[in-house]
């Protein structure tokens, strides 16, 4: 079996145990609907430059729902020994980052696809043509909190915090796609494409990349026991 | 290998199987060059070096902003490295230099951090300003926080040495990216120029070498005492779980 069957082995594992209990989807998603209430009310919404405030929300809602997400998908794995089994299991270490990966992406875009309609409409937005623009924002910014988190939540889920520690570890390192991302999305919401905006979505590429490499490299190290 | 000789030291460095720290000899010069070097930097920063004409006395407090630092950024460079050897080796020593250093390096950051302010405020005429440089800066000092807060949350050891390895290089990956998106975060607010380089007096010149060579010392120092320290209490929790 390759590495990538086993990926998808994995990460179809923790889709249809999501299908069946629906707990991260329902759960997250009320969150990050409250955040972008509550925001709503915090942060001048209307009005002038309302976009660049709506983009900063926006990927507050969304930082959260990776971070609820991604730890909740270790903290199964905690429970009744799963992650002793999945590392009995034949799968090479890279293949289960890899399938863990991709179910938390899988979540994380699920909530925002769901949430961003919803967002539009409250904050009265009117993206239009922005929308590919948001979308691909949404995707490459979206791949670069979950490569970090995921790695990160294999640590987190060992430690006494859990739930407190993985906030600490991937808010600090995902400062750069964090910028780029909300620079780009307000630039998409604003309707604009313009080449600040392709200059953001490279750093996402290559802070992707960089990243899926290091974790790829460092993840086998965590996952020894 | 080095044998402890002080009189209050019970503990031999030739019974371990790994060397506890650099030789106990080689950290007393450290402790002695930084000692004395301490108050001829004071001296030199206060009266030797010239005043600047444009910032006053204030500018004064480079001399220990600028090496903390650098220093910094050298302790933070050693986590790195002691990182990667520990995957490689799986070696104790690594994750007690990385620990150890990690922990300097941020004492040396807060300086940095609170150095700066001082300054910023009679030049700039405020403590704080979200240019490119300090941002990074308060980037790397909070990534390095998270590295220490990650460390004393881990208790088995050996899963605290891998996992503060793996956010060791992580971290220091990151640096670099995060100095280029806050550029070009802030690229439409163009800012002062932080130093105006070009032709620093001697003067001025020395006392930042002596200040660079104070800090490295002090960097040692510090470095190889507390890689003795977290090695002495490693083993001091392993006799009690005894």
């Known amino acids: 079996m390759s590495w990538a069957s086993s990926a998808v082995i994995i990460a179809g594992k923790d889709l249809r145990l999501e299908m069946r209990t629906r707990d991260v989807i329902a759960s997250v998603g009320l969150f990050v609907l409250l955040v972008v209430v509550t925001a709503s009310f915090a942060f001048p919404t209307s009005g002038e430059g309302r976009e660049g405030v709506a983009a900063g929300v926006l990927w507050m809602a969304f930082l959260f729902a990776a971070l609820l997400g991604m730890g909740r998908s270790m903290a199964i794995e905690k429970e009744d020994g799963c992650l002793e089994g999945l590392m009995l299991s034949p799968a090479a270490r890279e293949s289960i980052f890899l399938g863990k990966l991709l179910a938390n992406l899988g979540f994380t875009w699920a909530v925002e696809v769901v949430i961003l309609p919803v967002f539009v409409v409250l904050l009265q937005l009117a993206p239009g043509s922005g929308l590919v623009l948001l979308a691909l924002c949404a995707l490459l910014g979206t791949l670069g909190l979950v490569t970090v988190g995921t790695l990160f939540a294999a640590m987190a889920v060992h430690t006494r915090g859990r739930e407190a520690i993985l906030p600490l570890l991937v808010m600090p390192v995902s400062v750069p796609v964090m910028i780029a991302a909300v620079k780009t999305s307000e630039a998409a919401l604003t309707g604009a494409w313009s080449s600040g905006a392709t200059s953001w979505l490279l750093l996402m590429v290559g802070y992707d990349a960089l990243f899926l490499l290091v974790a790829l490299a460092t993840f086998p190290h965590v996952m020894e026991e | ?242």
Do not use: N
């Open chain 2, 1 to 242: 290998m080095s044998v402890e000789t002080e009189a209050t030291g019970h503990v031999d460095d030739t019974q371990d199987d790994v060397q506890v720290a650099p030789p106990s000899g080689r950290r007393r010069l450290f402790g002695i060059l930084t000692l004395v070097l301490t108050p001829i930097l004071l001296v030199m920063a206060m009266l030797y070096a010239p005043e600047d004409l444009a910032q006053g006395p204030a500018q004064r407090i480079f001399y220990i902003h600028v090496p903390s630092a650098w220093i910094g950024f050298l302790a933070f460079f050693v986590v790195f490295v002691s990182s990667i050897a520990f995957l490689a080796t799986g070696k104790r020593k690594y994750d007690d230099t990385a620990a150890a250093s990690a922990e300097v390096g941020v004492i040396f950051t807060t300086g940095v951090m609170i150095t700066g302010p001082l300054w910023g405020r009679p030049v700039w005429g405020v403590y704080w300003t979200w240019d490119p440089r300090l941002t990074s800066f308060l980037m790397l000092w909070l990534i390095y926080l998270s590295y220490i807060v990650l460390r004393g949350y881990v208790p088995d050891p050996a899963r605290r040495a891998r996992f503060s390895a793996v956010l060791g290089i992580v971290g220091f990956f990151d640096v670099p990216i995060v100095y280029l998106s806050v550029r070009w975060w802030r690229s439409e607010h163009p800012l002062q120029l932080v130093f105006q380089r070009g032709g620093l007096p001697a003067e001025m010149l020395v006392t930042l070498l002596v200040g660079v060579a104070t800090f490295t010392f002090m960097y040692l120092y510090l470095l190889s005492l507390r890689t003795r320290t977290g090695r002495l209490r490693e083993r001091s929790d392993e006799e009690v779980a005894q």
